[in-house]
């Protein structure tokens, strides 16, 4: 899949949130562990958002992606991320996946799983 496939379906993520009531504050946050997509406040929750953008037509669905050694790159990201900014919010970790027909213009769907996967134990991720 192309990158820009993938940064549209991150703007479409971006959108689908702001109108959920999210307050989106980061986009493609990077640390020496890897990346987040979005990060975003809702509540008195800081969430991870990890967004997997498809075509109809693709042989596995998008959440497959997130297998555990992507999740203990997105749990060690955000942990570095809460201690720069030092925020005492809740920590979730969503997944978006946005999938789009044949043509990467049309979207056909959007799915978010909340609290995809759990950061109980954030020192199992180093």
Avoid at 36 to 47: G, M, R
Avoid at 107 to 118: G, S, T
């Amino acid at each position: 899949m192309s990158s820009n496939i993938g940064k549209k379906g991150e703007s479409i993520a971006i959108e689908y949130l702001a109108n959920n009531g999210y307050k989106i504050i980061n986009r493609n946050y990077y640390s020496r562990f890897g990346e987040i997509d979005i990060i975003a406040k809702k509540e008195n929750y800081i969430i991870f958002v990890e967004v997997k953008t498809r075509k109809i037509n693709t042989n596995f669905n998008a959440f497959e992606a997130v297998d555990v050694i992507k999740q203990k790159k997105i749990i060690k990201t955000a942990m570095v991320y809460l201690k720069e900014k030092s925020l005492n919010l809740q920590p979730r970790f969503d997944v978006i996946a946005v999938l789009f027909d044949i043509d990467p213009i049309n979207v056909k769907e959007i799915n978010h799983i909340k609290n995809a996967f759990e950061g109980v134990d954030f020192f199992e991720a180093f």
